[in-house]
């Protein structure tokens, strides 16, 4: 599932959506490492979620060159 996150917050830059994304996978698996690393990169995400949104949009107009 993180690596659908991460396709997903690429391919469509909605950071809201990937965030509910990390949502489901802390909820899955809450007591493993992939749920606390998602936890974390959540709050990472929603802390600079402008600059997140900016990365996502520099990078896909890179490929879409």
Known sequence: MMEEFRAYLDSTGDVDGAVLML???????????TGRYA???????????DRVKARVDADRKKQDK
């Open 23 to 33: 949502d489901k996978v802390v909820e899955l698996a809450p007591d493993t490492e």
């Open 39 to 49: 936890s974390l990169f959540k709050i990472g995400i929603l802390a600079n979620k």
